[in-house]
């Protein structure tokens, strides 16, 4: 370190500010450079170079009464440096001085001018260093990348691929993953999964990296989730499968999928609904997800009390919306539900005659589809009150369907002798509820969650 800073700079004669122009001559030609310093008093320095002694020369005669210290151009402070000083401060220095010289000094003076060729070696030096740093860590971070158990894969904003490993590399050739695909994906805002020619699957994330102007992708292995939830779409399809046989005929599976549900937004100002999303087969799942929700009832032990009976349940739940009919509408319409959409005890009632001409329903399942759209102070008189539960249960259950089928929500049921606890979790927070029902004395207490 101390032999390169004395490197940095090259010896300078010193002259008294008395030296007449041979005197100055004669010390610089019996130096190696180009220049004197001309110590003028304490701690003030001036320096002459070959220009200065040239124009001293051509004075001639009146050159000859001028001396040293006439002539010297003056070192200022901000002309000195230390010579320990780091390499930045220096080129920093010389930016501001707009060029050289540059005096190196300490506390007792000026002691030389810094070199020009040794800072540019010291730069060379040093940049070769930094180089070799750099280059070490990026081949350190493509090691540590090529061992981690996901694919990473870096992209600039213009899709140029700056760093990748082996998994991303094979990911991104089988399936043209380029900016294109990136950008679609950032308008989608949801993550979307890559499948490899041997049948792993993998989640592809993005990630903007704005402090660098950067694109991070990574692909995550999902194959067991995947798979696990192919499997439990094919036990879906079985469920449905096994329904459909259980139909009375084929044209009330027919019936069923053709009754669309629909996605909404509800605008709380205007009243209006906007449709985001098209259910198709909607009603069908609607039945469907109506009939498991039975089937959890019934193991846990609910149609072991008096007044409740699983088979009048599946059946007003196979027939109780037959007779739905709904408006033809397509994503983004935004339209008045009350305007658009029959009043539900309309199709209830229609669903209840077809049922009974069609099918040959005893009364008390007439009763429940008649009447499922009816809030139960608004029941007639006639409607048989032992009914009451099973209107009850069943009007809960079209609901919380509505919400599996529309929403995908999450619904827990527990129940506990004749009352149920309900737990909805959704997308949508605003349906998320919990809900308790006693389906025998007509108790009903909802929270927002
Ligand atoms: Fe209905
Ligand atoms: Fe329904």
Request: hydrophobic share 40%; proline share 3%; glycine share 6%.
């Amino acid at each position: 370190m101390e032999d390169s800073i004395r490197e940095r700079y090259v010896d300078l004669p010193v002259v008294s500010p008395d030296a007449n122009l041979k005197e100055v001559a004669q010390t610089l030609l019996d130096s190696e450079g180009t220049m004197v310093v001309v110590s003028k008093s304490e701690n003030v320095y001036g320096y002459i170079d070959t220009k200065v002694l040239l124009k001293w020369f051509l004075m001639g005669e009146e050159g000859a009464k001028l001396k040293a210290g006439d002539l010297a151009i003056l070192i200022r402070d901000e002309d000195r440096l230390e010579s320990s000083v780091d390499i930045e401060n220096i080129v920093e220095k010389v930016v501001k001085n707009k060029g050289l010289p540059l005096f190196v000094s300490d506390e007792k003076g000026v002691k030389g001018r810094f070199s020009l060729e040794s800072l540019m070696d010291e730069i060379i030096r040093s940049y070769g260093e930094e180089k070799g740093k750099r280059l070490n860590v990026e081949h350190l971070i493509k090691v540590v990348i090529d061992m981690v158990p996901f694919g990473i894969a870096l992209y600039s904003v213009n899709g140029k691929i700056l760093q990748k490993n082996k998994i991303a590399q094979q990911i991104i050739d089988e399936n043209l993953v380029d900016l294109a695909k990136i950008k679609k994906m950032a308008k989608d805002n949801h993550p979307k999964v890559l499948t490899l020619n041997n049948g792993t699957h993998y989640r592809m994330c993005i990630n903007n990296l704005q402090e660098v102007d950067n694109i991070l992708v990574t692909f995550t292995d999902i194959t067991t989730e995947y798979e696990m939830l192919q499997k439990l779409r094919n036990s879906q399809k079985e469920v449905e499968t096994a329904f459909s046989i259980m139909l009375p005929d084929q044209r009330l599976e027919q019936r069923l999928k053709s009754i669309v549900e629909y996605m909404d937004e509800y605008d709380d100002n205007t009243g209006m609904i906007k449709i985001t999303g098209i259910i198709k087969n909607g009603c069908f799942k609607h039945v469907i997800n109506m009939l498991k929700l039975i089937a959890d009832a019934f193991k846990q032990g609910l149609m072991e009390l008096p007044g409740m009976d699983k088979n009048a349940l599946v059946q007003a739940t196979i027939l109780h919306d037959i007779g739905k009919v709904q408006p033809s509408l397509k994503i983004g319409d935004i339209v008045n539900p009350k305007e658009v959409f029959e009043k539900g005890y309309l199709h209830a009632f229609r669903s209840a005659d077809l049922s009974k001409e069609l099918y040959n329903i005893d009364t008390n399942i007439y009763y429940l589809i008649k009447y499922h759209h009816h809030i139960e102070n608004e029941l007639p008189s006639d409607f048989p009150k032992f009914l009451l539960p099973m209107y009850r249960f069943f009007r809960l259950i079209d609901g919380l369907s509505a919400g599996i089928t529309r929403r995908g929500s999450n619904i827990s049921m527990r129940i506990r002798d004749t009352r149920i606890f309900v737990k909805e979790e959704s997308n949508f927070p605003l349906y998320n509820q919990k809900l308790e029902m006693d389906v025998y004395t007509g108790f009903l207490d909802s929270k927002k969650l």
